[in-house]
């Protein structure tokens, strides 16, 4: 058994995902968040989660899949929202875990550090409407702005840009990756999941946004890229 205490730390990262789909939406709801606590009995305390500019509000009883991003590993477990209080200002939600945490394996979870160009653009409200209803965009020839992607996976990239995406909106992405000696180019549309301020940069904003509604296939070519590339650095790493 993996102890809770051995693996999770105030500060950690957590994702949250819903278990269930939204009504509105083939997608889960997910959201990104920080351990505040864990409690003296295994619960973990994490901070409410925000979406755009307001406050997730946990309904207490309401499932989810949690993912911690710790020192030693992704792990992931089922847990439950037991009670909400607000601390010093910062709203908790206290969460039960229902199952065992468990190392996590999902492939399209793999990440990748990386430094690749991009081209990006907010998608308008019809168009996020027709995106949302139909899983296409409705012109994907509209100007771009330049950002650079620096963590990358199958579930979604966190990116570098200046330009000001409002967390929650749909953003058009497009990148090119090299496999096998091939340049594919990939247009993508991702959710804006997170938005920080870079240290030093007051031009630039750092963003995680999720991918939409991506084909299968791309996401194996994704993931398949990540691998090459790791596999390429630890065979540089020891000499072969």
Do not use: W
Not at 43 to 67: N, Q
Not at 107 to 126: H, K
């Amino acid at each position: 058994m993996i102890d809770v205490y051995d693996i999770v730390r105030p500060g950690d990262r957590v994702d949250i995902e819903a278990t269930v789909a939204d009504d509105k939406s083939d997608d889960r709801r997910y959201y990104i968040t920080k351990v505040y606590d864990v409690g003296e009995t295994g619960e973990v305390e994490v901070i409410m989660p925000m979406e755009k500019t307001r406050i997730v509000v946990l309904s207490v009883g309401a499932v989810y899949d949690m993912y911690f991003y710790a020192g030693k590993g992704i792990y992931a477990c089922s847990a439950e929202v037991v009670s909400r209080r607000n601390e010093n200002g910062v709203a908790v939600a206290v969460m039960a875990l229902n199952t065992e945490l468990r190392r996590h394996q999902r492939r399209e979870y793999f990440r990748y550090d990386c430094v690749i160009g991009m081209n990006a653009r907010a998608l308008t409200d019809e168009e996020s409407t027709f995106y949302e209803k139909y899983g296409k965009l409705m012109n994907d020839q509209q100007p771009m702005d330049k950002g650079v992607i620096v963590d990358l996976s199958g579930g979604g990239m966190r990116f570098v840009s200046a330009q000001d995406y409002k967390q929650g909106c749909l953003v058009h992405c497009r990148f090119m990756l090299n496999i096998r000696n091939k340049m594919n180019t990939y247009d993508e549309v991702v959710r804006i999941l997170f938005a920080d301020e870079l240290a030093n940069n007051q031009t630039s904003r750092e963003y995680r946004g999720q991918f939409m509604k991506m084909e299968s296939g791309e996401r194996e070519e994704i993931i398949r890229f990540i691998f090459e590339e790791e596999r390429k650095m630890r065979a540089k790493h020891s000499g072969m």
